[in-house]
C-alpha cells in the first residue's frame, strides 16, 4: 500500500498512468468492449483489467492523479449510443461527473460514433477495462501537463 494512493490504482495501472505523455488518450471501457483486441493496437499494448467495479469509481481513482489536457477543446470524448446519438447514458452522466469534480469545471464531452471510437481508441495509449456491464461507457481522457 501506499499512502495517499486510491487502492484501486494498481502498480499495473499506476505504471500505465505515469508513462503517458501530455496528449495521449487512456481508453477506459466497460465490461462490453472489445478491449483485448483494441489493446494490441494501442502505443502501450497494455490491458489494464478493473473487475468487479463500477465506471465512476474507477474513473474517480485514475482522476486523483491524472491531469486532464486543459489545452484541448475535446479532452474527454465518449462513444456516442448507436440508437439516439444525441442521448447521455447514466454512465455516462456518473463517469463525467467525477471527471468534473477532479478538473474543477465543467466538460462537455466530444461525441464519436462507434467506428469512430475505436479507430481512436486503437490510436490510445493504453485501455482501462471495467467490470461495468452498463452499455456506452467508453471515454477515451486526454493527458494533460501537472502545472
Known amino acids: ?81 448507436v440508437d439516439d446519438p444525441d442521448r447521455v447514458p447514466d454512465v455516462q452522466r456518473a463517469v463525467l461527473a467525477e471527471i468534473e469534480r477532479a478538473s474543477g469545471g465543467p466538460i462537455a464531452p466530444g461525441k464519436l460514433s462507434r467506428p469512430d471510437f475505436y479507430r481512436a481508441a486503437a490510436a490510445g495509449f493504453g485501455v482501462v477495462q471495467v467490470g461495468d456491464s452498463r452499455g456506452y461507457g467508453c471515454f477515451l481522457i486526454r493527458k494533460g501537463v501537472i502545472s
Do not use: C
Open 1 to 81: 500500500m501506499l499512502k495517499s494512493i486510491d487502492p484501486i490504482l494498481t502498480p499495473d495501472l499506476l505504471w500505465l498512468l505515469a508513462s503517458m505523455g501530455h496528449g495521449d488518450d487512456l481508453v477506459v471501457v466497460d465490461a462490453n468492449h472489445p478491449a483485448t483486441h483494441i489493446a494490441r493496437s494501442t502505443s502501450s499494448q497494455r490491458l489494464i483489467q478493473l473487475p468487479g467495479m463500477t465506471m465512476e469509481t474507477a474513473v474517480r481513482a485514475i482522476m486523483s492523479v491524472y491531469p486532464l489536457d486543459d489545452f484541448d477543446p475535446d479532452p474527454v470524448r465518449v462513444m456516442a449510443p
